[in-house]
């Protein structure tokens, strides 16, 4: 049974580790890192999660290294974290649907350059300033900071060509009020419907948690019956 729910600062198993979009690192020539600042609730961990208050107003910073051998620009966007249909955290999505549920978009709260110019063999920091909401919230609100090189506006793109391979980096960015998260979540199921995806047929099940809180070692067993029977026709596992 595939899945799939708005992540609306609630989630469904996730890991939150500075991820590589596709590929690996070491074929990009460059790297980020978050600046931890004095609000991180772990500083042991390589993404911002940070306590903050209502209103609050705090400048973060994200460190580029160009391992390149000529200067390079990067473009940089933060989104909204949502769960995709595999149940895994997405944050490629700038312009989301929004839960009713969600706090606030955590996208609306930062401010942040859209490009970001390093030289070469380089490291160098920029600014995201963040702006939270007066209205206090439970649980947590996430979203990821994109960085992605810069593709200029007359690169010539070979003729014929569809696919073509583009890195990213996205760092996480939690944003919580408490330091030790008590909400609970509610998981409901709101919606079960066939649906066909490149061509083969599913049935497709639409599960929403909403508190803003993570959902871990999340296992779903699922069954489809008849009408009036208790046989089961299909039986699937998803973890």
Same mark, same amino acid.
């Given at each position: 049974m595939k899945l799939k729910s708005w992540l609306v600062g609630l989630l469904a198993s996730v890991s939150l580790l500075l991820l590589a979009l596709p590929g690996q690192a070491e074929q990009n020539q460059y790297a980020? !890192?978050?600046?931890?600042?004095?609000?991180? #609730? %772990?500083? &042991?961990?390589?993404?911002? %999660?940070?306590?903050?208050?209502?209103? =609050? &107003? =705090?400048?973060?910073?994200? !460190?580029?290294? +160009?391992?390149?051998?000529?200067? =390079?620009?990067? %473009? #940089?966007?933060? +989104? /909204?974290? /949502?769960?995709? %249909?595999s149940g895994t955290i997405v944050y490629n999505q700038a312009k989301p649907k929004l839960d009713k549920t969600l706090p606030f978009n955590i996208a609306d709260t930062v401010t942040a350059p859209k490009i970001v110019t390093v030289p070469a063999k380089t490291t160098s920091k920029f600014a995201l300033k963040l702006k939270i909401p007066a209205k206090p919230f439970d649980g947590i609100v996430l979203g990821g900071i994109n960085v992605s090189p810069h593709e200029q506006a007359n690169q010539k793109r070979q003729a014929g060509v569809t696919l073509q391979n583009k890195f990213a980096y996205v760092l996480g960015l939690q944003l919580r009020e408490q330091a030790n998260i008590t909400v609970k979540p509610d998981l409901k199921l709101l919606k079960v419907a066939p649906r066909q995806e490149n061509y083969r047929n599913y049935i497709a099940a639409k599960l929403h948690n909403p508190r803003s809180v993570i959902i871990h070692d999340f296992h779903v067993d699922s069954y489809v019956v008849k009408q009036g029977s208790t046989k089961k026709q299909l039986q699937t596992t998803k973890d």
């Open positions: 980020i !890192r978050a600046v931890l600042p004095s609000n991180q #609730v %772990d500083q &042991e961990t390589g993404y911002f %999660d940070l306590k903050v208050s209502p209103k =609050q &107003e =705090q400048t973060i910073y994200v !460190r580029i290294k +160009n391992e390149a051998a000529t200067k =390079q620009q990067y %473009d #940089v966007a933060t +989104n /909204l974290a /949502l769960t995709g %249909d």
